[in-house]
T-cell receptor, first 114, second 115 residues
């Protein structure tokens, strides 16, 4: 079975600092990879996804993530944090062989300090 | 604009009650999903449906059932609510296609408390 590990349940950065949220997956075959964001009192929305092709994926709000097969990682980054980035971030994986289901990580709450 | 709505944002029920959570999407999507979200556990799939009257169990179906009589509506039913079902419930939908790569669109969630 595939699983997703997000390192750090809480991450705190200063406004303007680099944001790095870590995600590792366990799968013998590269899965499809997603990052979703959940703002307070809202549902989840897609930030970005990797399916095939270029391993550096750009998403909304200045976020990007790089698929590294050798490290089984899909870390999310943003060069400069903004107060509005404060939210919970979820990494997720899926594969057709696993019934097309999304498997989510436990989530990382990002706090941005002024 | 894509829209998934859930019937209630907050719900308080008593142990043993039958609970209905409703989800409606206006995007003509074939696939619909019910998740529960708990701190430290992320989202876990309860049930999903890929067509009207079709359903499949997710990872944690025990204590839940679902109904999909119309394409736009997917209901989650707690036959006899228990305190360990206190949680945030999220509905999502996605279009027919390659479900493993398709974006899922989420509703705002229903926070259910069972006393």
């Amino acid at each position: 079975a595939q699983s997703v590990t997000q390192l750090g349940s809480h991450v705190s950065v200063s406004e303007g600092a680099l944001v790095l949220l870590r995600c590792n997956y366990s799968s013998s075959v590269p899965p499809y990879l997603f990052w979703y964001v959940q703002y307070p009192n809202q549902g989840l929305q897609l930030l970005l996804k990797y399916t095939t092709g270029a391993t550096l994926v750009k998403g909304i709000n200045g976020f990007e993530a790089e698929f590294k097969k050798s490290e089984t990682s899909f870390h999310l980054t943003k060069p400069s944090a903004h107060m509005s980035d404060a939210a919970e971030y979820f990494c997720a994986v899926s594969r057709m062989e696993y019934g097309n289901k999304l498997v989510f990580g436990a989530g990382t709450i990002l706090r941005v300090k002024s | 604009d894509v829209k998934v709505t859930q019937s209630s944002r907050y719900l308080v029920k008593r142990t043993g009650e039958k609970v209905f959570l409703e989800c409606v999407q206006d995007m003509d999507h074939e696939n619909m999903f019910w998740y529960r979200q708990d701190p430290g556990l992320g989202l876990r799939l309860i049930y999903f449906s890929y067509d009207v009257k079709m359903k499949e169990k997710g990872d944690i179906p025990e204590g839940y059932s679902v109904s999909r009589e119309k394409k736009e509506r997917f209901s989650l039913i707690l036959e006899s609510a228990s305190t360990n079902q206190t949680s945030m419930y999220l509905c999502a939908s996605s279009p027919l296609g390659q479900p493993s790569t398709d974006t899922q669109y989420f509703g705002p969630g229903t926070r259910l408390t069972v006393l």
